[in-house]
């Protein structure tokens, strides 16, 4: 039935299924390819309402994900469990709070504190479809505490689909505890993807993904799969942080392929590793210990396939402006050639 109709059946607005969608939890039973118009199957009333019902109980996406494949009761108890222990610590912390204001101001916060060593950024991020592609199957997170670019591939909706659903799971995941999330993060792309990559129209769909995330200690934690990078540039030096995984990659790394024949390769897109293609993914994770002034950029190949690294290091050198700089970088890499999807995430520590 066409999105108006279910709408109206599940209850639930065309805005939010569209949402939905986009978070890979419902993905319509069909797309129309010339017109763009979803349609549900009668199948999907029940998950879409359910789907609804954890949202508003306020369980996370990664959870909705797993409960949709295995459904169960038992899993509600136990969130059930969990909101009344959140609920009895948050009343705990409302008295601490009541008593430290009772008890005057001068207690130090160990709120604070905590706040001091954390890294914030100030990221700007920018994406072009290029001069050749028909879609832009590239995806950007830009917040200031996590950073990402993810680089989908498949057929029809296949690569925007699984870019935007890593995207969605690594924030959804993130929240600056520790390297672990990110990676946690991405292992539940990687099944979401997978699990998905089966429905009509997005057979053999997958992504690369390669985030940094603000960690406690002026620490940043950097993953990555596939061919996406992150370069740290400090006092001018440009510094590769990521191993690409791809077969040219893997072959200089063996000494068998030379950076200037791996450039030229023909085969230079084909990946080692991807999210959505297996069950399990091998995650490259590290932490890096950053400064203010330093300056993070995450990109897709169709930036650095483009442009040389001393021209990407002189760009990122060029303005104090994170936006600019993305902007640049982009505006360089299609007028090179635009052979690809081009993303660029600029991201300054700025304490
Ligand atoms: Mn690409």
């Known amino acids: 039935m066409p999105i108006g109709e279910f709408s109206e059946r599940s209850g ?18 069909a797309v129309d390819s010339s017109s763009g118009y979803r349609y549900y199957g009668p199948g999907q009333l029940r998950d879409a309402q359910l789907i609804d019902a954890l949202r508003a109980a306020g369980v996370p996406l990664v959870d909705i994900f797993s409960l949709l494949r295995d459904p169960s009761t038992e899993r509600l108890e136990e969130w059930a469990e969990l909101i009344d222990i959140d609920a009895s610590q948050r009343q705990d912390a409302l008295r601490a709070a009541r008593r430290l204001i009772d008890a005057g101001h001068d207690v130090p916060s160990a709120i604070e504190t905590r706040e001091q060593t954390m890294p914030v950024l100030t990221a700007a991020a920018r994406t072009d479809i290029g001069r050749v592609r028909e879609n832009n199957e590239d995806v950007a997170l830009c917040l200031d505490h996590v950073v990402a670019v ?3 591939m498949g057929g029809h909706a296949g690569g925007e689909v699984a870019a935007a659903l890593a995207i969605a799971l690594i924030d959804a995941a993130f929240t600056g505890q520790s390297v672990d999330e990110l990676v946690a993060g991405v292992r539940a792309a990687n099944r979401a993807i997978a699990e ?10 997958g992504t690369t993904i390669c985030a940094a995330g603000a960690v406690a200690g002026g620490l940043v934690a950097v993953v990555n799969v596939g061919d996406s990078r992150a370069y740290l540039l400090r006092d001018g030096e440009l510094r590769q942080l990521t191993d690409d995984h791809s077969l040219t990659a893997e072959l200089v790394r063996r000494g068998e392929l030379t950076e200037a024949e791996a450039a030229e390769h ?11 293609v297996g069950t399990t993914v091998d995650v490259d994770s590290a932490l890096y210990e950053v400064r203010p002034g330093d300056r993070l950029l995450l990109c897709t190949d169709g930036l650095f396939n483009e442009l040389a690294a001393d021209e990407i290091a002189a760009v990122l050198d060029s303005t104090p402006d994170a936006a600019a700089v993305a902007d640049a970088l982009v505006d360089r890499a299609v007028a090179h050639g635009g052979h690809d999807n081009v993303t660029a995430v600029v991201a300054d520590i700025r304490r």
């Open 12 to 29: 639930l607005s065309a805005k939010r299924l569209r949402s939905y969608a986009a978070a890979g939890l419902l993905v319509p039973a």
């Open 150 to 152: 993810a680089d989908g």
């Open 196 to 205: 998905r990559a089966h429905t009509a129209g997005l057979e053999g769909m």
């Open 266 to 276: 023909p085969h230079r897109n084909v990946l080692t590793r991807a999210l959505g």
